[in-house]
Every structure is written in structure tokens, then in C-alpha cells.
T-cell receptor, first 116, second 117 residues
Framework: AAGVIQSPRHLIKEKRETATLKCYPIPRHDTVYWYQQGPGQDPQFLIS???????DKGSIPDRFSAQQFSDYHSELNMSSLELGDSALYFCASSLGGFLSSYNEQFFGPGTRLTVL | AQKITQTQPGMFVQEKEAVTLDCTYD???????LFWYKQPSSGEMIFLIYQGSYDEQNATEGRYSLNFQKARKSANLVISASQLGDSAMYFC??????????????FGKGTHLIIQP
């Protein structure tokens, strides 16, 4: 079965650079979530999109932005990178958004971002 | 205040024994969902089991069951007949549904489970 695809899998950037992470949800899934997991930490919810509209917002820094495109893939744009942004970034997808009372979130393999 | 509390940072269990991982939660919502995820050392997040706040029966998925005690606000994960491959980090998570189904999950700090032969 198709899973959530994230690219790149690994990314190394310098401080103050920008980075773009991409997420391709499971086919027919219309909802995408982004999470950040620092070393030894639990995942923290950043932002979600349902049908290309921002749905919920968590602890996403102002330096980060995200969007969902017409094909439902999503991109997380990160600017002015800081050392503390080094983390594993997960994308998850689900079906139904507001319509489903369950909508299990299927996680991608993650993008490991290292900021030097 | 922590919305999800996992009080066991680490656990060592003998292979083939049953394991109970504790999770308590805090919410004022009437409608919410509770999830358990497994994260092996390779890093991926694997969905294990889900319990809805209105579900009257405890959820089960193969060797996994969720001991849901609503009045105590606890949602413990039970793994029967543990295997070496169960060694991983386990996260309890909650989705509060007051804002709609696309809400993000709130995770606990996790329990690092090690199965010993």
C-alpha cells in the first residue's frame, strides 16, 4: 500500500539559510499535518491543512510557513534557520478532515534536518 | 499543564511477558480520540491503536489492547506476549475534537520499552 512520501529524507543547512520540505500524502487523503520532533523529544504539532486550507495551527514559528497545493501535496518552508531547528520533521496524512471522527494520521518517514 | 502524561520514561520487560504502558490525559472536551504510536530506533512513527471517547468497548488490534478508563482519564496500552521487536519508544497521543477533525495530535513524552531475551 502507498504511504506518505517525504523529501528530502536528510537535509543539512547552515544557520540563516532557508529550507523547503515536501510531503506527498497517501492517494485520496485530503488532510496533511506537520510535526517537529527534536532529539529525545516528543513530536510537536506545527500546522495542518484540509482541502488546501489551513485547518489547525500549533507551535509553528513565524519563520516557518506551509501550504497545501491542488494535488494535495504540502510544503513546509523554513527561513532564517537556527541551530534549534535541527529536528526530525514528520508529515502525516488522513482522510476526511472535519468530516471524520476518527481520521487516523498516517506518518511519513520524516525529514531529518541538521542546521550547522 | 501536561495534556498527556506518561509516567514511565523507561521499562525493561522479559520476552513473552505482558506489558502495560501507562497514559493519563487531561481534556475538558467531551469528544476526543486517543492514539498509541510506536517509534523504533529507525525513527518512523507506526500507528498501533485508537480509542474514541464515545467507544464503550476497549480497542484491540492483534497483540495490542487499550485499557480505557474514562472516569480516571487513563488509556493504558497493553502488549500481550512481548517480542524482541517490540523494543521501541511508545507515544500516547490525543486529539481534541472541539475544533474539527483536522486537529493536530498532542503527544506524551513517551516510554522507552526494552524487551530482554
Amino acid at each position: 500500500a502507498a504511504g506518505v512520501i517525504q523529501s528530502p529524507r536528510h537535509l543539512i543547512k547552515e544557520k540563516r539559510e532557508t529550507a523547503t520540505l515536501k510531503c506527498y500524502p497517501i492517494p485520496r487523503h485530503d488532510t496533511v499535518y506537520w510535526y517537529q520532533q527534536g532529539p529525545g523529544q516528543d513530536p510537536q504539532f506545527l500546522i495542518s491543512f484540509y482541502e488546501k486550507m489551513q485547518s489547525d495551527k500549533g507551535s509553528i514559528p513565524d519563520r516557518f510557513s506551509a501550504q497545501q497545493f491542488s494535488d494535495y501535496h504540502s510544503e513546509l518552508n523554513m527561513s532564517s534557520l537556527e541551530l534549534g531547528d535541527s529536528a526530525l520533521y514528520f508529515c502525516a496524512s488522513s482522510l476526511g478532515g472535519f468530516l471524520s471522527s476518527y481520521n487516523e494520521q498516517f506518518f511519513g518517514p520524516g525529514t531529518r534536518l541538521t542546521v550547522l | 499543564a501536561q495534556k498527556i502524561t506518561q509516567t514511565q520514561p523507561g521499562m525493561f520487560v522479559q520476552e513473552k511477558e505482558a506489558v502495560t504502558l501507562d497514559c493519563t490525559y487531561d481534556t475538558s472536551d467531551q469528544s476526543y480520540g486517543l492514539f498509541w504510536y510506536k517509534q523504533p530506533s529507525s525513527g518512523e512513527m507506526i500507528f498501533l491503536i485508537y480509542q474514541g471517547s464515545y467507544d464503550e468497548q476497549n480497542a484491540t488490534e492483534g497483540r495490542y489492547s487499550l485499557n480505557f478508563q474514562k472516569a480516571r482519564k487513563s488509556a493504558n496500552l497493553v502488549i500481550s506476549a512481548s517480542q524482541l521487536g517490540d523494543s521501541a519508544m511508545y507515544f500516547c497521543a490525543m486529539r481534541e475534537e472541539s475544533g474539527g477533525g483536522a486537529d493536530g495530535l498532542t503527544f506524551g513524552k513517551g516510554t522507552h520499552l526494552i524487551i530482554q531475551p
